[in-house]
């Protein structure tokens, strides 16, 4: 996992608090994810698609870092309800794709992997 810099976590931190409904909590709660930080991370990205349950981005944030945490069911749902709401997602694409191998359910992922090669 490369790991992002303290200063780059404190940016989006001061950001965050200037604008508590800002949705760079994705980007915070993905940094959160990157460094090992997942608890962070998790609690901040439910939050945030609380506040905004439109945002596709932040449901791929909560997605991922459900999946890094060894909650694949959650995970998938929750990358479901971003492939719903954005269905050209890319990553939300790879990476129920990468879920569903992990899994070792061999025709999701296949269906999840051709979808990421048609959208690239």
């Known amino acids: ?12 931190k001061k950001l965050l608090q200037k604008d508590p409904h800002s949705l760079i909590f994705a980007a915070l709660a993905d940094a ?5 930080n997942l608890q962070d991370a998790e609690s901040l990205a439910r939050q945030g698609v609380q506040a905004h349950p439109q945002f596709s981005r932040g449901w791929v944030v909560l997605g991922r870092t459900l999946a890094d945490r060894g909650q694949s069911d ?40 051709k979808r990421v090669l048609f959208l690239n």
């Open 74 to 113: 959650e995970a998938l749902a929750v990358l479901e309800k971003a492939i719903r709401l954005e269905p050209d997602n890319l990553l939300a694409h790879q990476v129920t794709g990468d879920l569903h191998l992990t899994l070792k359910n061999s025709k999701d992922a296949l269906r999840s992997f």
């Open 32 to 36: 959160y994810r990157e460094n090992g």
């Open 1 to 12: 996992m490369a790991r992002l810099s303290t200063d780059v976590i404190e940016k989006y």
